[in-house]
């Protein structure tokens, strides 16, 4: 059963960048498609990006297309989310998951990391 764990969270003021990372441990990633969440305060948790587990293509939300990187270590077994031109917007707490049923939902999770953006 795999298991992760996000970090990289913290307070940035508004134009800063963060890099949050997800570790996986009791299975290697290597072969899931990987995504990145986020829920802000009395909001829905809304995707923000994915990552496939072969040829690592990658899919972004709209708001925050061009500013956002998700990539992948396979060696580290970890999934990284790169966030520059940080907004006030984008505070919330950020999910990393794991879509380890093929074609499936997104069904492990990780506890979260905090973001919180200043002005």
């Known amino acids: 059963q795999v298991q992760l764990a996000e970090s990289g969270g913290g307070l940035v003021q508004s134009g800063g960048s963060l890099r949050l990372s997800c570790e996986a441990s009791?299975?290697?990633?290597?072969?899931?498609?990987m995504g990145w969440f986020r829920q802000a305060p009395r909001k829905e948790r809304e995707f923000v990006a994915t990552?496939?587990?072969?040829?690592?293509?990658?899919s972004y939300a709209d708001s925050v297309k061009g500013r956002c990187t998700i990539s992948r270590d396979n060696a580290k077994n970890t999934v990284y989310l790169q966030i520059n031109s940080l907004k006030p917007e984008d505070t919330g707490v950020y999910f990393c998951?794991?879509?380890?049923?093929?074609?499936?939902?997104?069904?492990?999770w990780g506890q979260g990391t905090q973001v919180t953006v200043s002005t």
């Open positions: 998951a794991a879509q380890t049923v093929p074609g499936g939902q997104y069904d492990v």
């Open positions: 009791g299975r290697t990633l290597s072969s899931y498609p």
């Open positions: 990552i496939s587990w072969g040829y690592g293509q990658t």
